[in-house]
């Protein structure tokens, strides 16, 4: 049974055009996710699922496989994630490979590593689990109990409804927000059930720090310095 990593490159992207190459701390981008994909003992396999030629051959001089090109109806804004890892599942499987599970590395996450990606596979494999997602702890101040949002009347009043508004840091539940996410592995039959996360979902827990999700060209720069330091 292979564990396989799979990591989703398009070439369209609005916000940072051809963002998966674009170069961070002296690598593109694409890069990072690689190199915690191949780091992480237990990934038997790394695969880029994209529909650029100039991805593939990148991700190929980085040492991952890019055994097809994705079609162009799962290459768009509007195409799900589900639909690009049951497509990755499809092709093993036609390929006689048993898959134990997917790990979706996204690149936008480069502070993510091989550590996390180790850690988040131990877990999936200490009991029974649909998926593993990685996630970041909300701020208390965004936590839900706190959030407000406008009635009708244009006023403040609780996002939750008459749920009292927890006012001590302390008094407020933990709350998770997924983090890209920087990683999610997913067992076949959640996938074939036409779903990423199933019934039995559980968090592997990363820093702020490295959750950083690069979306926008000031995330990219944050992302540099972050890099920079780490690498001194």
């Not at 596979?121 to 109990?145: D, G, K, M, T």
């Not at 076949?188 to 036409?194: C, N």
Request: charged share 20%.
């Amino acid at each position: 049974m292979s564990i396989v990593a799979v990591i989703p490159a398009r070439a369209g992207s609005k916000g940072i055009p051809r963002k998966n190459l674009v170069r961070i701390a002296g690598r593109p981008l694409i890069a990072y996710a690689i190199e915690a994909a191949r780091k992480a003992t237990s990934v038997d396999r790394v695969i880029v699922s994209t529909d650029d030629n100039e991805i593939a051959d990148v991700a190929r001089e980085l040492w991952a496989q890019v055994p097809f090109l994705r079609p162009a109806e799962l290459a768009n804004d509007a195409a799900p994630m589900l639909g690009v890892m049951r497509h990755a599942l499809a092709w093993l499987e036609s390929q006689g490979v048993a898959v134990e599970a997917l790990v979706l590395l996204q690149p936008t996450s480069p502070l993510r590593t091989g550590r996390h990606v180790e850690e988040a596979i131990a877990l999936f494999r200490s009991a029974p689990a649909s998926s593993v997602v990685s996630v970041v702890e909300v701020p208390h101040q965004f936590n839900p109990v706190s959030v407000m949002k406008l009635s009708a009347q244009g006023t403040l009043v609780p996002f939750l409804g008459d749920q009292v508004i927890a006012i001590r840091r302390q008094d407020k539940p933990n709350a998770y927000a997924r983090n890209g996410p920087a990683v999610l592995i997913s067992h076949p039959d959640t996938l074939r059930s036409g779903q990423l996360y199933g019934a039995s979902c559980l968090p592997y827990l990363m820093s702020e720090e490295d959750s950083l999700d690069i979306d926008t060209p000031q995330d990219l720069l944050l992302a540099e310095q972050a890099l920079l330091d780490r690498n001194h």
